[in-house]
């Protein structure tokens, strides 16, 4: 097992910026992909960013393109999300996932491990 944990989250207004963090913990892979996720309330969850073990790809949603950048620390076991020009419909819970493998897929079934979220709110 695989555990996640986020940490980072809070009220900022719009234009403003956060850095998300998340720690993994336990069976950790070599290969493990590593993404965040967010679902607002009445939403789908949505895919918001991706890396793989090396860095050497990233993957980001369309909606944040430009934005938002993915990190991670290898060493550390840590994955981060920064997070600039934030705008209301960032608004969400944010999720960090992993996966057996280093792929970083944009649907949320592939995703293998889950954190339990931490709230992201943007006030215009």
């Known amino acids: 097992q695989v555990q996640l944990v986020e940490s980072g989250g809070g009220l900022v207004q719009a234009g403003g910026s956060l850095r998300l963090s998340c720690a993994a913990s336990?069976?950790?892979?070599?290969?493990?992909?590593m993404g965040w996720f967010r679902q607002a309330p009445g939403k789908e969850r949505e895919f918001v960013a991706g890396?793989?073990?090396?860095?050497?790809?990233?993957g980001y949603g369309d909606s944040v393109k430009g934005r938002f950048t993915i990190s991670r620390d290898n060493a550390k076991n840590t994955v981060y999300l920064q997070m600039n020009k934030l705008k209301p419909e960032d608004t969400a819970v944010y999720y960090c996932?992993?996966?057996?493998?280093?792929?970083?897929?944009?649907?949320?079934?592939?995703?293998?491990?889950w954190g339990q979220g931490t709230q992201v709110t943007v006030s215009s």
């Open positions: 890396i793989t073990w090396d860095s050497g790809y990233t």
């Open positions: 996932a992993a996966r057996r493998w280093t792929s970083i897929p944009q649907a949320s079934g592939a995703w293998d491990y």
């Open positions: 336990g069976r950790t892979f070599s290969n493990q992909g």
